[in-house]
């Protein structure tokens, strides 16, 4: 080979490895305008998902407004008796605050329910008192208004000792709540199911 | 100056090598036309590889920003829900939690004087908690109290189903079963 020969082959050479690197660099580039694309349709995705939660939420909000409302018109009640002794407590006040003199028994059981729900424990109290009917009618309704949250179970309204008296033999069931639980895990799997 | 004069004898000399093709002459031209165009179309290429970029760290960072934000709406809504269900648990409860006293005076005050009210007995039911049986044992009463007692209850929005009233002698005795009536 002559040296134009050989000349021409090194431009030669040259433009192959010109257009080479050309076609590798254009290459990089198509990926990553490829690449980019994928991230700004990510990013409208995203957009989109959170427009959606954000309509979920405002629905929700609207949904379970009076729910809501009710929960946090009731939470003092709730807090105001947190155990047992509370809960034994505000019948002693009741009783002593309406004088009742005979308290003919009174016991009281806690029962457990579901460990982690919102009524973790129940408390069950039987009372059995007698006194005049304005008496026992008043601590009736003085212990339901203290004990909101209590439902009586059963009571029976009996003659007692003399004309004037009254037997009144009351079960009330106390739930203990736990305002602070979190039911989110138990919402999700209800809703799966 | 010399008076000498030099002429140039050198000879034409032939080529040492063969002449290229006249296509071969084209090569020059498309090497430069190569570098040419390469140098324009890197420049367009690294010009869109940087945008591309700048597109893409951006989109990233929206991605990440509209992420969050959708993560803060859904713990509020995990939070709403949660806060929901606990609401709905204790409304079931209170459905079933309403006061007895008022049904127990607005039974005595249905008994006139002359009437003695020997056994109230109300017992809430274990299936539906709202629902009350009631057991009324008057003592010289007759029908006329149980229905002053019915619509004494009404007054509170209770209702009587299944009512049962027998006659023993003096003593009336009633049952029923007193459901909720919400207006």
């Not at chain 1, 003659?159 to 919402?187: C, F, H, M, W, Y």
């Not at chain 2, 034409?12 to 296509?23: E, I, V």
């Not at chain 2, 040419?36 to 760290?57: F, G, I, N, P, Q």
Request: include cysteine; glycine fraction near 4%.
């Amino acid at each position: 080979m002559n040296p134009k020969q050989i000349a021409c082959v090194v431009l030669m050479s040259i433009i192959g490895a010109i257009t080479y690197f050309g076609q590798i660099i254009h290459k990089k580039v198509v990926a990553m305008k490829a690449s980019a694309e994928s991230a700004v349709a990510d990013a409208k995705a995203a957009q989109d998902a959170n427009q959606l939660t954000e309509i979920l939420l405002t629905k929700t909000k609207a949904e379970t407004e009076d729910l809501r409302r009710f929960l946090r018109a009731w939470t003092p009640s709730v807090q105001k008796v947190q155990t047992e002794q509370e809960m034994e407590a505000a019948i002693e006040y009741t009783l002593r605050e309406r004088n009742i003199s005979l308290v003919k028994s009174r016991k009281s059981e806690s029962r457990p329910l579901a460990v982690g729900s919102l009524i973790p424990k129940m408390v069950i109290s039987t009372i059995v008192i007698e006194d005049e009917y304005d008496k026992v009618v008043n601590w009736f309704g003085d212990i339901e208004k203290r004990l909101p949250l209590s439902r009586v179970i059963s009571c029976q309204m009996t003659g007692g000792s003399s004309v004037r008296q009254v037997q009144l033999d009351v079960t009330i069931e106390s739930p203990l709540v736990n305002i602070a639980v979190e039911l989110g895990p138990k919402i999700a799997a209800a809703k799966k199911k | 100056m010399s008076n000498i004069i030099c002429h140039d004898f050198k000879t034409p000399r032939n080529d040492t090598s063969k002449r290229l093709p006249d296509t071969f002459k084209a090569i020059p031209i498309l090497f430069y036309l190569a570098l040419v165009s390469a140098a324009y179309l890197m420049t367009m290429d690294w010009m869109a590889y940087k945008k591309s970029e700048r597109d893409k760290v951006s989109a990233e960072a929206t991605k990440a920003d509209f992420e969050a934000a959708t993560k803060e709406l859904e713990a509020e809504k995990t939070s709403i829900d949660n806060e929901t269900a606990k609401a709905e648990i204790l409304a079931k409860w209170m459905e079933g939690a309403r006061n007895v006293q008022p049904i127990s005076v607005a039974i005595a005050r249905a008994m006139p004087k002359e009437v003695r009210l020997s056994d109230l007995s109300i017992e809430r039911s274990q299936q539906v908690p709202s629902n009350l049986a009631l057991s009324v044992r008057i003592n010289g009463g007759s029908a006329k109290e149980v229905g002053v007692m019915e619509t004494g209850l009404a007054r509170l929005q209770y209702r009587s189903f299944g009512s049962q009233s027998t006659k023993d002698g003096d003593v009336v005795e009633y049952r029923s079963t007193l459901v909720r009536q919400e207006q």
